[in-house]
């Protein structure tokens, strides 16, 4: 029996690791799954690993103290992956409640096991991970249920006070767009925006029970979405007088599986709004645009000089209507196109073309999107970690190349892109090969999720590191003044 509680306390102990994975997974069931997968297919090591894992367990039928080497084994895997992490797990009320949850159906299978079946003690550590997901899905139906009562009173609020409301929406370039339109809008409007990325329904409402104010003329929110449904939840709760799509892309690909169902996710922000803000370089939106001129007012955005749209940004240049005028944006601002959409945002609402164009040169750049600094040793480094996308991470490094010029050398640091289903490999080969073009250009791959990819770029000009602060290290050392560091994406640091 002792062995039975022995186990099942060691057991317990390794909850820690997969409920702090589980926070960092937004709650989500079957991540902690997928994390697992990531780390096998990563490091075959691993696979191996938990292979002796499993084994070593199931051998308590017939050696009893193999649970509780299994469970000591389980402790320590992921071998790479830290048990506490560089971001701890933050005790939450939804943390303490999941974990609640988690360890009355570790309890009963305990003591199952003691009551029934003593030499099965192993097979508590095998069940640790789908337990733990058993208690995400329990929990995440639940969680829904309760956050309800935020989300009535986020929409008597927003009764209350009556902004106008704009939405935004995209695969990428969301929160950008955002940052931008808000800037273009509060050159007329009392105009909030949902905080950072808030960008679901618990996170909206947050942001409208804590921030929206009498007086406020227009509420912007951020819409994301992991698959159909979502966004059309939230137009529910916050209704759009203005809705804005800023591209279809690879991100999320894994968990939507099509960009078909991409574009359908997207879109269900669209129905409610009577303005709707549209990228027509995307084929799907250029079609949706001209599907929407009978029963809305549509304003297309293009980034490609000679469009036929409404609004199109290009260097130096603002098309509204075919009139041009000339604009300078700073530095720090990104994708024309993300500008062309804010453009549009704005002058739904009424804003003044003149405003528009005056307020422009001082838009606001994104933190760590594309976000640019120089140390004193005249290096030159771009910061692009909260960007995860293939066209975001080609902008970056275009950047990087302007920023060094004839002379400078390129420092790519990065672990590769994720969430991109099966064209993963191939965007992370693409982006390797794309920062090795030149020998001024040297790729460091941080960690091994996409390490197998990302070698695909010129050899002699690969390093791979472990870990970020290495390959920061090794890459700032290196660096001569007039030289660009890149850092492009961040995962969490319990990916591989």
């Excluded at 939106?285 to 001209?290: K, P, W």
């Excluded at 980034?303 to 290009?314: C, M, N, Q, R, S």
Aim: aromatic share 6%; charged share 20%.
């Amino acid at each position: 029996m002792w062995i039975v509680l022995v186990t099942s306390a060691l057991t317990l102990v390794s909850y820690y690791r997969w409920l702090r994975v589980a926070q960092r997974e937004h709650y989500e069931p079957s991540r902690l799954f997928a994390v697992e997968w990531i780390w096998v297919k990563a490091r075959p090591v691993e696979a191996i690993l938990l292979g002796a894992v499993i084994v070593v367990c199931l051998a308590s039928f017939v050696l009893p103290y193999g649970a509780l080497i299994g469970a000591l084994l389980f402790l320590g895997w992921p071998v790479g992956m830290s048990f506490a992490g560089a971001k701890r797990l933050v005790w939450t009320d939804r943390v303490k409640r999941l974990a609640g949850v988690l360890f009355v159906l570790h309890a009963l299978v305990t003591l199952l096991i003691a009551l029934l079946a003593p030499t099965a003690a192993g097979l508590l550590p095998i069940l640790a991970v789908p337990l733990a997901e058993a208690a995400l899905a329990i929990m995440w139906p639940v969680e829904r249920s309760m956050a309800k009562k935020w989300q009535v009173q986020a929409a008597a609020t927003i009764k209350k006070v009556n902004p106008r409301i704009v939405a935004i929406t995209g695969s990428y370039g969301k929160t950008s767009t955002k940052n931008y339109a808000t800037h273009l809008m509060q050159g007329r409007w009392s105009t909030l925006a949902s905080p950072a990325s808030f960008n679901n329904a618990m996170g909206l409402s947050r942001a409208v029970n804590d921030r929206l104010q009498p007086g406020t003329d227009i509420f912007v929110a951020e819409m994301g979405t992991y698959g159909p449904g979502e966004i059309a939840e939230l137009t529910e709760i916050f209704p759009p007088e203005v809705a804005a799509i800023t591209t279809i892309g690879e991100a999320h690909l894994e968990r939507m599986k099509s960009r078909e169902t991409i574009v359908k996710a997207k879109s269900e922000i669209l129905p409610m709004a009577a303005t709707v803000v549209l990228n027509i370089d995307v084929p799907e939106l250029a079609l949706i645009a001209e599907n929407l001129r009978a029963s809305k007012r549509v304003i297309a955005c293009s980034a490609v000089p000679g469009t036929d749209a409404e609004v199109v940004v290009t260097d130096g240049a603002l098309t509204i209507n075919n009139e041009t005028y000339a604009v300078e944006l700073p530095d720090e601002v990104g994708h024309p196109i993300n500008v062309a959409i804010a453009v549009g945002l704005a002058l739904a609402v009424e804003v003044p073309i003149e405003t528009i164009t005056q307020r422009l040169a001082s838009i606001p750049g994104t933190p760590h999107r594309a976000e640019t600094n120089k140390t004193p040793g005249g290096v030159w480094v771009v910061d692009d970690t909260f960007n995860s996308n293939p066209t975001g991470a080609a902008a970056a490094l275009d950047k990087a190349k302007r920023l060094a010029g004839e002379s400078g050398t390129v420092w790519t640091i990065t672990p590769g892109m994720v969430e991109l289903g099966t064209e993963q490999a191939a965007r992370n080969i693409e982006f390797a090969q794309a920062a090795t073009a030149s020998d001024k250009m040297q790729l460091c791959i941080v960690g091994r999720t996409n390490r197998k990819a990302l070698r695909a770029g010129e050899p002699a000009r690969t390093i791979a590191f472990d870990s970020r602060k290495a390959a920061a290290d090794h890459a700032l050392t290196a660096a001569k003044e007039g030289d660009v560091v890149l850092y492009e994406n961040d995962l969490p640091d319990h990916y591989a």
